[in-house]
């Protein structure tokens, strides 16, 4: 059996034995009813995912996907396709804005090429990055697919890999992005599978102007007329529209859900990637936590796809990692509500008048 | 000169020298313009307190201020008065929503009686909070003032001493609340000075149903009737309706703001004390960073008032510093990308075209 298949396989819903038992313990919690809102809304699914009422989330782990993107070459980014491998280094030497908030997170972070337009084999050998480069970048998807079926089905199984590597070590995944063009195809696959319109959906990426995302919009929407991938396969929307990290990013989600760990997914193109991940396992969506909600107008479409309420609405917009390194404190903190506030039993305080 | 015209003196809006040259930085940064957003808004006010682009932000301290309130008689509340000092205990033993989140954040709590209708000199005696009690509770408002002008002066220059006291050892405070009854003098002291309606402004704090809610609406329109302080006077607006730890917090806000540190404002109650602060003492403003968006309806005015957009909206409605404890860690993270992220020059990263 393939890696995907045997993965998929694994992927069942939260158990709803344990979120019962920590809603129960958080009822009873000396505090007025379900006073700490959606942190406790998240410890609930944290036990749910984990099988615990203490859920494990120490050990924590940034995973930042690299790609390029064939369709840069209709001028979709203020930014030229070098910026994808000199950020790569970025991240490698520690300046980043991923490092920053890793750190601040107490998460690692692990930088992977999954097909930068460049030789990084000198950081791969270093062991500075994980390297399961599929190509220098995809193809220009207004032209054509961005990949094989091949590919697509190569790229997810690579992110699963690194999940399962990682597993051992780590109870926390949160995705995270780099590539330079990849709000395009991120569009292209929400247009897909949340049927919204490309003018709804389509956005500024790292800073358009108004007639930037006028071309944009002609972008996507050539893209949507050349490729026409079933919207109920996952690996088909990917081998369409791409990318190599967008497609890693899928099956890390996949690999996370598959070992019952949680994954904080950052922003617009991890989303994309989730939207992959659910349409290829829909129980994988149990497995998800929405870190934040982007700038990028199509993202609200897509959480609500999704059917998760972002943590934070802090107007990022950089990817990388960023938003879900900050809500991993969030992660954190819902896990102290549920393991270390006392019951007002426990802490002899009067209850409410009934 | 007495302390609280001392510390008055002290308060200079922030340095916006400093402010300028985060600016300056946070645009070089390796990443598309201001695309951490909010986070970065927040760097930038962190420089202009601190009049450093490396602000200090390591040593932290929630300080969590309890009093009681003679309201409570009125039946304001779905919890007894004797919570308040069972919370203190739950405080010192370390098992609140409070502790749980502080720890998270790495922030030390500090616990201070500013008037809970109990005694807890053995508490104070052992070391355990800090005793600065002015009363056993405020009077009942709804037949007089919360407290004599004296004692209002006392409750924000005993704030102010925390402050000071911590300042030597502290880089930046938060604020919480503990006391029974106190979103009835919260509610009143926003009515007053954002001048909106009770109607709009009053919640179901702790769990009200409709009908109490309707009571409650009714008690904080007959305070309003029966005290009608200078709504220009913080001292005034505090000594009509209280409470003695809503003083305390105004108190520390102000403490904070002489010292150039800043001061992460929890939610409704802290945020009624921020409004009496600045009432007092209009360049405070400068100094808070408003934690979070409260459920209690009444929040969002008083945020308007006092000028800034909070930076979490998660449904909490606990008090105690839960809020500003969690939001400690989005603090941290604005100064990690003001002083860790590489620029586009240090990075050897390509700009955006022109």
Redesign the interface.
Known sequence: MSLLKETIQKIYPQDSEYRDKAKERLDQ?????W?????MDLSMELAGICRSITPAVARKAIVTMAGDHGVVAEGVS???Q??TP??V??FV?????I???A???GAEVIVVDMGVAADLTDLAKAGKIIDKKIGLGTNNITKGPAMSMANATKAVEAGIEIANDLGKNIDVFGTGDMGIGNTTPSTAIAAIITGKSVEELTGR???LDDEQLAHKRQVVSDILLRNKPDPKNGLDILAAVGGFEIGGIAGLILGAAAQKKPVVVDGFISSAAALIAITIEPFARDYIVCAHRS?EPGHRAMQEKLGCRP????????GEG?GAA?AM??V??AV??L????TFE????????K
């Open positions: 919690l000396a505090m007025p009813p006073a700490l809102g959606d942190l203020k930014f030229p070098e910026v000199q950020m280094y970025n030497h520690g300046g980043a804005g490092n920053a908030l750190k601040q997170a990426g790292t800073g700038m943590l934070l609405d802090l107007n990022l917009r950089l960023t900050i404190n969030l954190e903190a102290a509500i393991t270390e506030v006392a426990e802490a002899a305080v009067a209850g409410a008048d």
